[in-house]
């Protein structure tokens, strides 16, 4: 089975700060990974994901991430934050045998302050 | 295009009630998930429906349970509900049963049990 961690579960910025969230996963086969944002009282929305090919993954909202084999790591950046950035970010991984389920993280709490 | 509806967005239910949430997918998507969302255990997976069958499930007890339409539209139900159960339910569609096509999440149904 899959795992994912999230080393931090808030994560507080200033406006136009750069930022990483960072995103660890455990898997005995290859995986697709993926980076889900969640505003208050909604559900989620799919920021990027990593099928194969280049490990350096660009996704909506200035947002991209890199995947690290070695490390089993995919960490997701922006380079300048806005207030609007304000959520809660999960990163989320399943095996490529074709089973559709997916296994998250607990979430980092991402606060832009102005 | 219309995106992942959810209903109802809000119930309120007493122990030992039954529940059935809807969800119908975007126009197309023929696979339908079903997770579960809490403080505590995060966002854990029910269920995944694909062509009226029941193609997965995740480690709940029986008495959550689901079921698909040929429309691809989804229903769950939550039999003999407990204090626990009360949780964000997100339904989730895709193209297929696979991950790599990605899910387009619905805002979900916020179960409260009293």
């Known amino acids: 089975a899959q795992s994912v961690t999230q080393l931090d579960s808030q994560v507080p910025v200033f406006e136009e700060a750069p930022v990483e969230l960072r995103c660890n996963y455990s898997?005995?086969?290859?995986?697709?990974l993926f980076w889900y944002v969640q505003y208050p009282n909604q559900g989620l929305q799919l920021l990027l994901k990593y099928l194969s090919g280049s490990t350096l993954v660009k996704g909506i909202n200035g947002f991209e991430a890199e995947f690290n084999k070695s490390q089993t790591s995919f960490h997701l950046r922006k380079p300048s934050v806005h207030i609007s950035d304000t959520a809660e970010y999960f990163c989320?991984?399943?095996?490529?045998?074709?089973?559709?389920?997916?296994?998250f993280g607990t979430g980092t709490r991402l606060t832009v302050i102005p | 295009k219309a995106g992942v509806t959810q209903t109802p967005r809000y119930l309120i239910k007493t122990r030992g009630q039954q529940v059935t949430l809807s969800c119908s997918p975007i126009?197309?998507?023929?696979?339908v998930s079903w997770y579960q969302q809490t403080p505590g255990q995060g966002l854990q997976f029910l269920f995944e429906?694909?062509?009226?069958?029941?193609?997965n499930k995740g480690n709940f007890p029986g008495r959550f349970s689901g079921r698909q339409f040929s429309n691809s539209r989804s229903e769950m139900n939550v039999s003999t509900l407990e204090l626990g159960d009360s949780a964000l339910y997100l339904c989730?569609?895709?193209?297929?049963?696979?991950?790599?096509?990605?899910?387009?999440f619905g805002s979900g149904t916020r179960l409260t049990v009293v």
């Open positions: 898997s005995s086969v290859s995986v697709y």
């Open positions: 429906y694909f062509s009226e069958t029941q193609r």
């Open positions: 989320a991984v399943s095996d490529q045998t074709g089973a559709n389920n997916l296994f």
């Open positions: 126009s197309g998507h023929r696979s």
């Open positions: 989730a569609s895709s193209l297929a049963p696979d991950t790599h096509y990605g899910y387009t």
